[in-house]
């Protein structure tokens, strides 16, 4: 009875929900995002924490997807392009973390790179026949390259070499849009299965967390944090800008995931373009 009454209740408050003007959507969503900002700034005193977490929560999605290619033999719904660009930018990144940083965060790296190649390996050679190529269709040098000519102007100002430095900002900016195909593949398909969408809302943790690290910082040093460190005019603006855009680019399919969950429905259904 009680799972009943919930369950109805829910039900409630989506269909008024779905009755209300977009501003009021907006506005809405906009107080749950300041209300979740708020609760991490009280309770997490270091906010490097997010980024570790942000980076836990992406290799524990890659995990669900290896789950889902290793008991279904079925890779379709999947993104080959955005696994392989995850690959691509968690390479680079690795490779600039062992010179730059060599920490937790390369450890991290490394497992998510070594994930990443194995589901890559598993739709390209086991389970090629499920995977659904006519939706990912989405062209990479439309993502590379403006990725790699940002990168060129726009990086850190450190001691390491300049080749070093535009690397990690490519790196940065791919990360920011390297979801794309698979949303993209997503919306054609219309209706996803549970184990991509736990991977891709996984995928609008990770991003939230890791864009709240930088919205709690530039708050609490009144915006001098976007110029510390001697990184330049431009670079940690624009690394804002990017972790921004990728919180906002999944913010959508996150909004339908939890209410495909609260629905009790297994399969995620994304609204007719």
Not at 49 to 61: L, M, P, Y
């Amino acid at each position: 009875m009680g799972k009943r009454r919930g369950s109805s209740a829910s039900n409630k408050l989506w269909v008024w929900m779905r009755r209300q003007s977009m501003m009021v959507k907006v506005m809405m969503g906009i107080m749950v995002v300041i209300s979740a900002l708020v609760g991490l700034r009280m309770f997490v005193k270091d906010h490097n924490h997010f980024f570790v977490a942000s980076e836990a929560i992406h290799a524990a999605g890659i995990l669900v997807l290896i789950f889902k290619l290793a008991t279904k033999r079925n890779c379709s719904g999947l993104s080959l392009k955005t696994q392989e660009l995850t690959a691509l930018f968690t390479a680079l990144r690795l490779g600039c973390s062992f010179y730059m940083e060599g920490d937790i965060h390369t450890v991290l790296d490394s497992l998510t790179l070594v994930f990443t190649l194995w589901v890559i390996y598993m739709i390209r050679f086991k389970l090629r026949a499920t995977y659904m190529d006519e939706l990912d269709t989405t062209p990479l040098y439309i993502l590379l390259v403006p990725c790699a000519l940002l990168s060129i102007f726009v990086h850190p100002y450190t001691n390491h070499s300049i080749y070093t430095r535009m690397l990690w900002a490519f790196c940065v900016y791919l990360e920011s849009i390297s979801v794309l195909p698979q949303l993209r593949m997503m919306q054609k398909a219309k209706l996803i299965e549970p184990f991509t969408a736990h991977y891709v809302f996984a995928l609008g943790v990770a991003r939230f967390l890791g864009c709240a690290h930088w919205v709690i910082s530039v708050y609490e040093t009144s915006g001098t944090y976007l110029f510390l460190f001697g990184s330049g005019l431009l670079w940690l603006p624009t690394v804002l800008l990017s972790e921004i855009i990728q919180t906002f680019i999944l913010a959508d399919f996150c909004y339908y995931y939890v209410r495909s969950a609260v629905n009790g429905q297994l399969l995620v259904s994304l609204p007719t373009v």
